[in-house]
Structure formats: structure tokens, C-alpha cells
């Protein structure tokens, strides 16, 4: 347990970024997520855009430190990858 005052300030930030960073993960996720479905769904278009929506939210992930930014980049290939494929059939 935090005994000094100092420690105890750092527990209580850890636990506001903690909140923070849990809501910006989710975010993400429920991005990915939207890129997912769309790709399930066989619609290129509709892949394409949400594929557009996520590049950046993945990399407003990178910047707050919430993803590292080689998982990012390698989720957005693999992402863009598979809705190119999805567009050319």
C-alpha cells in the first residue's frame, strides 16, 4: 500500500490513466471490430470505409501509449490487406 503522500498521488493518477486508457482500448477494439464485420459481410465499400475510420483511431492509440506502434501498423496491414483482397474478387 502507498504510505508517503507522493505514492499515494501516484496510485490515485494511475488509477484516472488506468480508466482512460481502458476506454481508448475498447475504442479501438470496437473499431477493428467494425473492419472485421464489414469484411465478413463480403461488402468492399463498406470495408473500405471502416477501414478509413480505423487507421487513425489505431494511431491515436500509438501517440496516448495505449499500443504499440509496430501492433498498430501490423494490424492495419493485415486489416488493409485483407479488404484489398476482399475488393479485387
Known amino acids: 500500500m502507498a504510505n508517503t503522500p507522493q505514492s499515494k498521488k501516484r496510485a490515485r493518477q494511475i488509477e484516472r490513466r488506468t480508466d482512460i486508457?481502458?476506454?481508448?482500448?475498447?475504442?479501438?477494439?470496437?473499431?477493428i471490430r467494425k473492419v472485421e464485420e464489414a469484411i465478413a459481410s463480403g461488402n468492399a465499400d463498406a470495408a473500405k470505409a471502416a477501414l478509413q475510420a480505423a487507421q487513425p483511431e489505431l494511431m491515436r492509440g500509438v501517440t496516448k501509449g495505449v499500443v504499440h506502434?509496430?501492433?498498430?501498423?501490423?494490424?492495419?496491414?493485415?486489416?488493409?490487406?485483407?479488404v484489398k483482397a476482399l475488393s479485387a474478387v
Request: a positive charge.
Open 21 to 31: 486508457n481502458k476506454a481508448r482500448r475498447s475504442r479501438i477494439r470496437t473499431f
Open 69 to 82: 506502434k509496430n501492433t498498430a501498423s501490423r494490424k492495419i496491414s493485415r486489416l488493409a490487406s485483407r
